[in-house]
């Protein structure tokens, strides 16, 4: 087809007697030469002609394709090709030109560079060819003497170099733009580092070959050098210590470097990064020779701005760990527990548990803090021992621990076994126990906070049930709670809009059938005829923190219905009002209270306060001193639903208070056939062996107000003398008694 021209000494031959496959032997890399033509006798000329040639120091290695189908495979494996030596017209008669546009275009290769050879001068236009394809040169065979045929490869070859050298310079800011953006994934210190690598080879017009150490310091938790990133041939050695490092000289320059805290260029090129999160980072480069002055200074420039880019990696690294993690532990926190539940929630095969301390608080209480902290240690060992590292563990609160696995791993038995044995801490032999709860996930996404919620759901139902043991998350569990929820959310909006009122029980003396006072009682309508039972968002008020001021406006208004019965004749008129235990609890009750009994311009002996029986349960001596600061005001007490709790005759004893009060469910037990087989008799029998006032409640029938009076139970409140009812009604009905 095409025919290659005779020359002389100084032109491409013909005929050649070397093989075709010849390229030199070296241990330099040589620049990659694709030769593609369709006739042998080129092949063989261009090879001959460029026998022994070096350019930019590099020897010529070259690949040979005889059609354009041909090139296309080589240059798809091997991109490291230099230079394309092309012939336009081979099986087609724009088969080179359809080669170049597929080389541009489709395999996106911008760095090679062509050399358009042609046997058909004119064939193709030169200046629109070059222009479209980014073609170095387009020849004619006729032109292309070996003297021409080595200046054209030469600035091809010098532009491909410099076209790669701004790729790997690109490669390498891209690299270090990434990790710039990304600081907070896990792998962006070592990104950070690769890019510098890429970054200073590119500076230096080298390959990309090298590594970067750390010497142990801040987040480090290693005790020797460690190498953080590599690139190229040292790529095996990342996350591995330096003495582990094969190559002798590259690992005594490295610790050099680190020792002298300088730069060093005797073996290779070792920077020194003066970082004050360690206590320094060195790079090694493999390059031969040493860099110029020039270099040196660019170097030294470019480190001093690096290290502040490595400060500020770790920093962020450092955030990273404080937002993400427990510092105690070492342990991920909740914040990243649900990350992790929310990136791997998905395996229908996985479980979840939250595992509670039991009566942690009484250790930190008993002994110290540090004690405590160092139990939380030791339980984080311990769940690491059972589990492995097939679970996630996190510490998401003060003594509350998650896990999350497949499920065959995460069982209550294999949950319990991290207790079976008790803590050696401080040479002090601690047996613990947990409240744990579990949800096995359906494999369907979910938010992580919205797990842990049902898990702690579950956890809640486990502690009331009995601890120590573990309770699975159910549907039924979910719902109440969510009910609970929206009771709650909805008392809230009730308090804050003053749509929540009291109603006044009267209290009869059962003697004389007088009237002597009342309860104040909290009731909350949410459409008219529809109320919501104290039972239900009581518990709830104390559970939220909600009862100290929804207490507090029970105490105010309870007490502005006596002022008003006071100022109509009432003098002698007893306002009997609940605390909650929760609210009794609370430092400044005391202090409110006499605020309340100043601004209400109320006589304190007319106020009586009823507290449940659990107050039993604190502290004797506290409650005590509180239940006489209380006294000293004026005010009364009265146990509430005496007899339902726990109470002993020795407790009771000791709280000093003026009234027990019957609780319906003994008052109702007083219609049976046998009234003397009951709870109250022997609740009125104590009461008077402690000098206290007996009052029942709940008194519906004519023989339950005889039976009680007959034991000798002095007052009584129920339907069979009146319906809890507001102040207007209260005032009315009062009136209407006869005097």
């Given at each position: 087809m095409n025919d290659a021209p005779s020359l002389d000494d100084?032109?491409?031959?013909?005929?050649?007697?070397?093989?075709?496959?010849?390229?030199?032997?070296?241990?330099?890399?040589?620049?990659?030469?694709?030769?593609?033509?369709?006739?042998?006798?080129?092949?063989?000329?261009?090879?001959?002609?460029?026998?022994?040639l070096t350019i930019e120091g590099r020897p010529l290695a070259f690949l040979q394709a005889y059609s354009a189908q041909e090139a296309r495979a080589i240059l798809?494996?091997?991109?490291?090709?230099?230079?394309?030596?092309?012939?336009?017209?081979?099986?087609?008669?724009?088969?080179?030109?359809?080669?170049?546009?597929?080389?541009?275009?489709?395999?996106?290769?911008?760095?090679?560079?062509?050399?358009?050879?042609?046997?058909?001068?004119?064939?193709?236009?030169?200046?629109?060819?070059?222009?479209?394809?980014?073609?170095n040169d387009y020849r004619t065979k006729s032109e292309?003497?070996?003297?021409?045929?080595?200046?054209?490869?030469?600035?091809a070859i010098r532009s491909y170099a410099q076209i790669r050298q701004i790729e790997m310079s690109r490669r390498g800011l891209e690299l270090i733009v990434e990790a710039s953006t990304g600081l907070i994934r896990r792998r962006a210190l070592q990104q950070f580092a690769e890019g510098v690598v890429t970054q200073v080879c590119a500076l230096l017009n080298i390959a990309p070959e090298g590594l970067i150490c750390a010497s142990s310091s801040g987040p480090f938790a290693h005790a020797a050098p460690l190498v953080i990133a590599a690139a190229g041939r040292y790529r095996e050695t990342i996350h591995r210590p330096l003495a582990e490092l094969h190559e002798t000289p590259v690992r005594e320059a490295l610790r050099q470097c680190?020792?002298?805290?300088?730069?060093?260029?005797?073996?290779?090129?070792?920077?020194?990064?003066?970082?004050?999160?360690?206590?320094?980072?060195?790079?090694?480069?493999?390059m031969t020779g040493e860099p110029s002055r020039m270099d040196r200074h660019l170097l030294e420039v470019f480190c001093?701005?690096?290290?502040?880019?490595?400060?500020?990696?770790?920093?962020?690294?450092?955030?990273?760990?404080?937002?993400?993690?427990?510092?105690?532990?070492?342990?991920?926190n909740r914040n990243r527990f649900i990350q992790l539940v929310e990136e791997k929630g998905g395996d229908p095969n996985m479980a979840l548990a939250l595992l509670d301390l039991d009566d942690f608080a009484d250790i930190a209480t008993t002994l110290d803090h540090h004690f405590g902290d160092e139990v939380l240690r030791a339980v984080a060992e311990r769940l690491v021992q059972t589990f492995g590292s097939g679970v996630i563990l996190a510490r998401v609160a003060g003594d509350a621990f998650g896990l999350l696995g497949p499920r065959d791993l995460i069982t209550p038995e294999r949950i319990q076994q991290v207790f079976s044995e008790p803590l050696r801490v401080r040479d002090e032999t601690i047996r613990l126990s947990a409240t744990s709860s579990l949800i096995t996930l359906n494999g369907q996404p979910a938010r992580g906070g919205d797990l842990l919620k049902d898990a702690g759901i579950a956890l809640k139902q486990g502690k009331r049930l009995g601890r120590g043991k573990a309770n699975y998350f159910s549907e039924a569990l979910g719902r109440a709670a969510h009910e609970r929820m929206r009771i709650l959310s909805s008392l809230r909006a009730a308090f804050s809009a003053e749509q929540l009122s009291l109603v006044f029980q009267p209290q009869i003396e059962l003697a004389s059938g007088r009237v002597i006072g009342a309860e104040a009682l909290l009731r909350w309508e949410i459409e008219p005829g529809r109320w919501v039972p104290p039972?239900?968002?009581?518990?709830?008020?104390?559970?939220?923190?909600?009862?100290?001021?929804?207490?507090?406006?029970?105490?105010?208004?309870?007490?502005?219905?006596?002022?008003?019965?006071?100022?109509?004749?009432?003098?002698?008129?007893?306002m009997a009002i609940n605390v909650s235990h929760a609210q009794f609890r609370e430092p400044g009750f005391v202090s409110m209270l006499e605020r309340v009994l100043a601004d209400s311009r109320v006589?304190?002996?007319?106020?009586?306060?009823?507290?449940?029986?659990?107050v039993a349960m604190d502290h004797i001596d506290e409650i005590n001193t509180k239940l006489a600061d209380i006294r000293r005001l004026g005010v009364r007490i009265a146990i509430d639903d005496f007899g339902t709790g726990y109470s002993s005759l020795s407790v009771l004893r000791q709280l000093h208070v003026d009234r027990l009060k019957i609780d319906r469910s003994f008052v109702g037990e007083l219609d049976g056939p046998d009234t003397k087989a009951g709870i109250a008799p022997l609740?009125?029998?104590?009461?008077?062996?402690?000098?206290?006032?007996?009052?029942?409640?709940?008194?519906?029938?004519?023989?339950?107000?005889?039976?009680?009076?007959?034991?000798?139970?002095?007052?009584?409140?129920?339907?069979?003398?009146?319906?809890?009812?507001?102040?207007?009604?209260?005032?009315?009905?009062?009136?209407?008694?006869?005097?």
């Open positions: 100084d032109d491409v031959v013909r005929f050649i007697d070397e093989p075709s496959d010849w390229a030199p032997s070296t241990q330099i890399d040589p620049w990659r030469i694709l030769i593609v033509d369709d006739e042998a006798d080129v092949h063989e000329a261009t090879l001959l002609a460029l026998r022994d798809a494996q091997d991109p490291s090709v230099a230079v394309v030596l092309l012939d336009v017209v081979m099986e087609s008669e724009d088969a080179g030109l359809q080669l170049v546009r597929w080389i541009r275009r489709e395999l996106d290769n911008p760095s090679v560079r062509v050399i358009l050879r042609t046997g058909q001068p004119g064939y193709a236009p030169e200046l629109e060819t070059i222009r479209s394809f980014d073609i292309l003497t070996r003297v021409r045929l080595f200046t054209s490869l030469t600035v680190l020792l002298e805290k300088r730069h060093r260029f005797d073996q290779g090129v070792c920077l020194y990064f003066d970082v004050s999160e360690t206590q320094g980072m060195a790079a090694y480069l493999a001093a701005n690096i290290s502040v880019g490595f400060e500020n990696v770790l920093l962020h690294n450092r955030l990273f760990r404080l937002a993400y993690y427990d510092p105690l532990s070492g342990l991920p039972d239900q968002f009581i518990p709830l008020a104390e559970q939220s923190g909600l009862i100290v001021p929804l207490g507090e406006w029970v105490l105010r208004t309870a007490c502005r219905g006596l002022y008003r019965l006071t100022e109509l004749g009432y003098a002698g008129f007893r006589e304190a002996a007319r106020i009586e306060l009823e507290l449940t029986e659990s609740i009125i029998a104590l009461g008077h062996q402690c000098n206290l006032t007996l009052i029942a409640e709940g008194v519906e029938t004519e023989v339950q107000r005889q039976c009680l009076l007959a034991m000798g139970c002095q007052e009584a409140q129920g339907f069979l003398f009146a319906r809890p009812m507001p102040i207007e009604r209260l005032e009315d009905w009062m009136a209407a008694q006869p005097g």
